[in-house]
């Protein structure tokens, strides 16, 4: 079955940048996302990218998707404490249906 | 501001008792999901619902969890008897036909079992 794969842990300072990354195995992924999730709530969208893009972005954030590798990754300038979470990345092939997750990478944001 | 609600936000049972959770997808939304999100396993699909029927409730132990969507404003999430091992925090999300990229989570119920 499809698999998407993150590295657990990411500790960066305040100010600097931080990449995210993120593997997956499905070939035929459409949509592939990236979610924040804050303690103890839910997750919240923060930017996706169809699988004919190489690139999006979104003021701090910038998503890099490379197919033929199936690596995605994220980065956010100008890291914030308040950039501190969990970030999750996933993929579908149809935004209509269940998303596949990774397990997430838990950044840590020191000031 | 439309949102996905959940009910209960938190729940504290005690092992073999029922657990009913309740989620109110964003008016329109033809799409329901169910996830469970434990540390060991991360997020997992437990079923989804399309125009309230289901597509696919093979993440479930048909033996104790049941999905229902009894209206097109409801759906729940039923385990009974409930176990220790269920504990987690199970999220809903809706999609809507006309914005398929994006699933909308709601805030979760955090389920914790005796």
């Known amino acids: 079955g499809e698999d998407v794969e993150q590295s657990l842990f990411l500790s960066v300072r305040e100010g600097d940048s931080s990449v995210i990354n993120c593997t997956y195995t499905d070939s035929s992924s459409t949509y592939l996302y990236w979610y924040k999730q804050e303690p103890g709530a839910g997750l919240q969208l923060l930017t996706y990218i169809f699988s004919n893009m190489d690139m999006k972005q979104d003021q701090r954030l910038t998503v890099l998707l490379n197919k033929k590798d199936k690596h995605l990754s994220l980065r956010i300038a100008d890291t914030q404490t308040g950039d501190s979470a969990i970030y999750f990345c996933?993929?579908?092939?149809?935004?209509?249906?269940?998303?596949?997750f990774g397990k997430g990478t838990r950044l840590s944001v020191i000031a | 501001d439309a949102r996905v609600t959940q009910t209960p936000r938190h729940k504290v049972t005690e092992m073999g008792q029922e657990v009913t959770m309740r989620c109110q997808p964003i008016l329109g939304h033809n799409t329901v999901f169910w996830y469970r999100q434990t540390m060991m396993q991360g997020l997992e699909l437990l079923a989804y619902f399309r125009n309230r029927a289901p597509l696919d409730d093979s993440g479930m132990p048909k033996d104790r969890f049941s999905a229902e969507m009894p209206d097109a404003t409801l759906a729940t999430l039923k385990i009974q008897p409930s176990e220790p091992r269920d504990s987690a925090v199970y999220f809903c999300a809706s999609a809507s036909p006309g914005e398929v990229r994006r699933q909308f989570f709601g805030p979760g119920t955090r389920l914790t079992v005796l």
């Open positions: 996933a993929e579908t092939n149809s935004g209509n249906t269940p998303l596949v």
